[in-house]
């Protein structure tokens, strides 16, 4: 399967001349099966320019939610395949007590915040809720379970043949930790990202930024990389970078995260554009 990064930044898209290495699309991830299957992982502002480079005869495409914050979101109406009424569309995205993905969907697509009601984008768009659930998509087996972020989140685990992608874009597994790692059965997400070939992970913070942003739901980079190292993950890819951080900074964030935890995985910072080529 092949993994293509579309937007990596966090919380608010930061275009500009300070993160044109890293990008300034928000989240957004796809994942193309062996079976001409598509997987789309959130709807961030760089949906945008997936929906440009899919295939002309794609038939269905799946985007796979992890939660319903404004910058998971804010490409979806641009997403060019809901303009096609030949392609069908399912949207899977975490279950609320209190209203369906589609009306909570529908708060934002639709006016006076967006001129087209997300009931007009397409007549072939389909909604699925989640929580703990495992399901098939094409050749993927996919596992959704909550984590830890505020409001309702969900990782995805998605395995194709032997090969295993691992998504959490928001997620802070030490929350309430008064040590970091614990024990596995006590870990947020642990399930999903156990030994997985990608993963592909929150690093939004430094360790010195956390301190006062401890329940945002985010992780520091060191403790983002104990987490892999629990989990015996063998590529972690850090991601959903703060828009307060340029290339530079990035930059030295992974080295000096690297140089402290010697993680003993590869590390390879989330780059807008960068593709990852798993199985065959």
């Given at each position: ?9 966090g919380?608010?898209a ?28 959130d ?5 945008r320019?997936?929906g ?12 796979l939610?992890?939660h ?131 993963l ?11 301190k ?7 992780s ?11 989990a015996?993950?063998?590529h972690?890819v ?8 340029n ?34």
């Open positions: 399967m092949k993994v293509s990064l579309w937007g990596t930044r919380s608010l930061s275009p500009g001349p300070d993160t044109v290495r890293y990008g300034g699309n928000t989240s957004c991830v796809s994942i193309e099966g062996s079976d001409g299957t598509w997987l789309v992982l709807a961030g502002t760089g949906i320019g997936l440009q480079n899919l295939p002309a005869d794609l038939k269905r495409v799946d985007i939610l992890t319903l914050h404004m910058d998971h979101l804010q490409g979806l109406p641009f997403f060019a395949p809901l303009r096609n009424p030949d392609v069908e569309t399912h949207i899977w995205g975490p279950a609320s007590t209190m209203l369906s993905l589609k009306s909570r969907l529908q708060r934002y697509v639709s006016p006076p915040l967006f001129p087209v009601s997300v009931r007009d984008l397409s007549p072939t768009l389909h909604f699925h809720e989640l929580t703990i659930d495992m399901f098939e998509i094409g050749d993927f087996c996919i596992v959704s379970q909550l984590v830890i972020h505020p409001n309702p989140t969900v990782g995805y685990r998605i395995k194709h043949k032997d090969e295993v992608v691992t998504y959490m874009p928001d997620h802070e597994p030490m929350l309430g930790a008064r040590e970091f790692p614990r024990s596995p059965e006590w870990t947020s997400g642990y399930d999903l990202a156990e030994g997985a070939d990608l592909i992970h929150d690093t939004q913070f430094t360790t010195e930024e956390h006062s942003r401890v329940g945002f739901g985010h520091n980079i060191a403790q983002a990389f104990e987490f892999g190292a629990l015996g993950v063998k972690f850090p991601f959903h970078h703060d828009p307060a951080h290339d530079d900074q990035l930059d030295k964030m992974i080295s000096d995260a690297v140089g402290e935890v010697a993680p003993g995985f590869n590390v390879t910072p989330g780059l807008e554009g960068l593709s990852f080529q798993l199985g065959e």
